[in-house]
């Protein structure tokens, strides 16, 4: 069984940090591209940040400058660092994978989601 599993969320006020984890595990053979999703009530997902296997890394514009995507050096676990948290970054956070298997399945993973709470 491949999967992802989310940790880090929780409550912060305006102006704090936190960061989320994500580890992949199972028989993977390969990982693509990690990223990080987001889900606010009432609305769609949406993409934050996204990291390629090839090391480049992209950002919703509404974040830029805030947070920061990193990987470890094996490329299971992928990281959000979140700075300057503001109200409207209130969301449940989504981890998303690109993987291969060691069977050779080629699949999309998800995290079970994690919930940030940016209030005073």
């Known amino acids: 069984q491949v999967q992802l599993v989310e940790s880090g969320g929780g409550l912060v006020q305006p102006g704090g940090s936190l960061r989320l984890s994500c580890a992949a595990s199972g028989s993977i053979y390969s990982i693509n591209a990690m990223g990080w999703y987001r889900q606010a009530p009432g609305k769609e997902r949406e993409l934050v940040a996204v990291?390629?296997?090839?090391?480049?890394?992209n950002y919703a514009d509404s974040v830029k400058g805030r947070f920061t995507i990193s990987r470890n050096n094996a490329g299971t676990t992928v990281y959000l660092q979140m700075n300057s948290l503001k109200p409207e970054d209130t969301a449940v956070y989504y981890c998303?994978?690109?993987?291969?298997?060691?069977?050779?399945?080629?699949?999309?993973?998800w995290g079970q989601g994690t919930l940030v709470t940016v209030s005073s």
């Open positions: 998303n994978a690109g993987v291969v298997t060691k069977v050779g399945r080629s699949l999309e993973l």
């Open positions: 990291s390629t296997s090839g090391g480049s890394t």
